[in-house]
């Protein structure tokens, strides 16, 4: 279905405003089929964690232990919340419903709007080999379904997880990432408006120079201060305020940087009909408006997650097998450490003097000891046969 530029610019970002990337791109590309599949898969995937996290036992809230936060993280912590849901119904009614009613269709936005509320289920993926992020268990939750990612590694127990504080993440993800995202293009189109000879790579870097920046302020100097989560296994000698619990690992901001600059990008850069790159092809989809446009979420929804996935969860969970000791200052604080080791356990805290465990194999006690699963034992070596 084709979108008049008109019709573009009153709810998502102008053609006119943009750079695009190339004319007119040809109606047989089939970028759309593969960002599409891409889309598939990222949204069977999700079907799947669902099911399995509201079915199973981790479908349960996480207690946050005996230490309670102070009043300088409570109310912040509250107040982000109510914020959040304050402004979700108007973050529906503009992006989804206002242009529903106006011109039956979705805009683009609209499409990024669906497409991060699903994106955050990627969030715990940072932790698949091991525990370096932890949320704030204090938060409303109900556990977490980060157990069910396929091949998933770090140990995890029902009611001993990082929870996903779903009030806060839900909405925040939903429109709080399209909001930056719509500012970040903003940003870009003032930067095109003051050098219009810049060029496409040297905007792109800008904005993620622009959006490091930001993510410092955001999380090193906002979230974890208000103790929202914390980054116990950052590597210290690559963090901001180290050895505390708000330590803020510099690559934290190159990742999440990454991510925002290359949503800013999918969004900003279009061809002249208003489509972004991963729509091109979008006219040789057959079989009515509703597959038309379903095919279209599923390859926008497919480029917001491999953004997420490729620039933050691919190196965040290599990263989160090279951090430092947990400091004291986390340990202490049983909402960032929901049981899920150090004292009340058999664990130590991840440690990178000790190897990194998986669910299904032994792990070292705090007395030095190997414990195996039940039933297991440790290997006999096989004698080599030196007649071959």
């Known amino acids: 279905m084709s979108e008049s530029n008109k019709r573009t610019s009153a709810v998502t970002e102008p053609v006119s405003g943009t750079a695009g990337l190339g004319a007119a791109t040809p109606r047989s590309s089939n970028a759309i089929k593969i960002w599409a599949t891409v889309g598939t898969v990222f949204l069977a995937m999700t079907l799947y964690l669902v099911i399995r996290w509201v079915s199973g036992p981790y479908f349960e809230p996480v207690a946050g232990?005996?230490?309670?936060?102070?009043?300088?993280?409570?109310?912040?912590?509250?107040?982000?919340?109510?914020?959040?849901?304050?402004?979700?119904?108007?973050?529906?009614?503009?992006?989804?419903?206002?242009?529903?009613?106006?011109?039956?269709?979705?805009?683009?936005?609209?499409?990024?709007?669906?497409?991060?509320?699903?994106?955050?289920?990627?969030?715990?993926?940072?932790?698949?080999?091991?525990?370096?992020?932890?949320?704030?268990?204090?938060?409303?939750?109900?556990?977490?379904?980060?157990?069910?990612?396929?091949?998933?590694?770090?140990?995890?127990?029902?009611?001993?997880?990082?929870?996903?504080?779903?009030?806060?993440?839900?909405?925040?993800?939903?429109?709080?990432?399209?909001?930056?995202?719509?500012?970040?293009?903003?940003?870009?189109?003032?930067?095109?408006?003051?050098?219009?000879?810049?060029?496409?790579?040297?905007?792109?870097?800008?904005?993620?120079?622009?959006?490091?920046?930001?993510?410092?302020?955001?999380?090193?100097?906002?979230?974890?201060?208000?103790?929202?989560?914390?980054?116990?296994?950052?590597?210290?000698?690559?963090?901001?305020?180290?050895?505390?619990?708000?330590q803020w690992p510099v690559y934290e901001g190159l990742m999440w940087g990454g991510v925002q600059a290359a949503l800013c990008c999918l969004r900003f850069f279009t061809d002249d009909r208003g489509r972004t790159v991963v729509e091109r092809g979008l006219d040789s989809i057959r079989g009515g408006v509703v597959k038309q446009q379903f095919i279209r979420f599923l390859a926008i929804f497919g480029g917001v997650s491999a953004c997420f996935f490729l620039f933050y969860n691919v190196p965040a969970t290599w990263l989160g097998m090279h951090g430092d000791p947990w400091p004291e200052d986390v340990q202490k604080r049983s909402y960032f450490n929901p049981g899920i080791c150090g004292e009340g356990t058999d664990r130590p805290c991840p440690n990178p003097d000790l190897p990194i465990p998986t669910k299904h194999s032994g792990y070292i006690n705090h007395d030095g000891e190997l414990v195996l699963p039940e039933g297991a034992g440790v290997p006999s070596p096989v004698p080599i046969d030196h007649g071959q």
């Not at 990432?177 to 810049?198: D, E, Y």
């Not at 201060?225 to 050895?243: D, K, M, T, V």
Request: some cysteine.
């Open 65 to 246: 232990g005996p230490s309670e936060p102070p009043l300088y993280m409570k109310i912040p912590l509250i107040a982000n919340a109510v914020v959040l849901w304050i402004g979700l119904p108007f973050a529906l009614w503009f992006f989804l419903i206002r242009p529903w009613v106006r011109e039956k269709r979705i805009t683009l936005d609209g499409m990024l709007l669906m497409s991060m509320s699903l994106m955050c289920f990627q969030d715990p993926m940072l932790n698949y080999y091991s525990t370096w992020c932890t949320y704030n268990a204090w938060l409303w939750n109900r556990g977490s379904w980060a157990p069910y990612f396929p091949g998933w590694v770090a140990h995890e127990e029902p009611g001993h997880t990082v929870p996903e504080p779903l009030l806060t993440n839900i909405p925040g993800y939903m429109y709080g990432v399209l909001l930056l995202t719509i500012v970040g293009c903003a940003v870009m189109r003032r930067i095109k408006k003051r050098w219009p000879g810049i060029s496409n790579l040297r905007l792109v870097l800008v904005t993620y120079a622009i959006a490091i920046v930001f993510d410092f302020i955001m999380e090193g100097l906002i979230l974890l201060p208000i103790g929202f989560y914390s980054y116990p296994g950052a590597i210290q000698s690559l963090s901001i305020n180290a050895g505390t619990y708000y």
